[in-house]
């Protein structure tokens, strides 16, 4: 099963803060990031783990709450280039393939 | 370093014909894997494969079959194309006993008319 993920679109102002929602019905053992730029492919933000471990290359915040199966990735003083869609991916079964179930995205446009 | 490649990067398809998509990777990965992006989907996992010589079904495999028969090259193959199969396809690349970030390709634009 695919997690949700909400909001589904959102638009801001630069500066303004935002919140992207994923939720799993399946007990997880990690949550990844990507985001995607319009006719490109998607691009790795962060993993985080079970027991509190994040491994991330941008300076982005997010939360793993294991035992409501939520994520969040938290956007702050938003700039134009946070513009994408974002996708989260689960992994339900212990990293020992690194296979994930993406969500359907949400789709972030930063305007002037 | 190239990273992920992938090839053609477009193709037009009639039904019922068939064709092979190569993702090719020199990170020296033991993972990689096939997804399928459709509007308002998101990624779908077609096939994957966490060795040489070894692959498994992901969550939409029906109509594709894939090889690894070298580590660094995964090839998807479609034997008789639907119109559904019109997709973009990305390949993803990762190291093993992660979780580690998954490296994708550019993506090919397939149609099938």
């Not at chain 1, 990690?30 to 985080?48: C, D, N, T």
């Not at chain 1, 989260?88 to 020992?96: E, L, R, V």
């Amino acid at each position: 099963q695919q997690p949700v993920q909400s909001p589904q679109a959102v638009i801001l102002r630069e500066g303004e803060d935002a919140v992207i929602n994923c939720s799993s019905s399946k007990a997880l053992y990690s949550v990844h990031w990507y985001r995607q730029k319009h006719g490109e492919a998607p691009v790795f933000l962060m993993i985080l783990l079970k027991g509190g471990e994040q491994k991330g290359h941008e300076k982005i915040s997010a939360s793993f709450n294991e035992k409501k199966q939520q994520s969040s990735l938290y956007l702050t003083a938003s700039q134009l280039s946070y513009s994408g869609t974002y996708f989260c991916g689960t992994d339900s079964y212990g990293g020992a393939t690194n296979k994930l179930i993406f969500g359907t995205g949400t789709l972030l446009a930063v305007q002037p | 370093n190239a990273g992920v490649t992938q090839t053609p990067k477009f193709r037009v398809l009639k039904t019922g014909q068939s064709m092979t998509l190569l993702c090719a990777q020199d990170m020296n990965h033991e993972y990689m894997y096939w997804y399928r992006q459709d509007p308002g989907m998101g990624l779908r996992l077609i096939h994957y494969s966490v060795g040489e010589g070894t692959t498994a079904k992901g969550e939409v495999p029906d109509g594709y079959n894939v090889s690894r028969l070298k580590k660094q090259n995964f090839l998807l193959g479609l034997e008789s194309a639907a119109p559904s199969q019109t997709s973009v396809y990305f390949c993803a690349s990762s190291y093993s006993n992660g979780p580690y970030e998954q490296y994708f390709g550019p993506g090919t634009r397939l149609t099938v008319t």
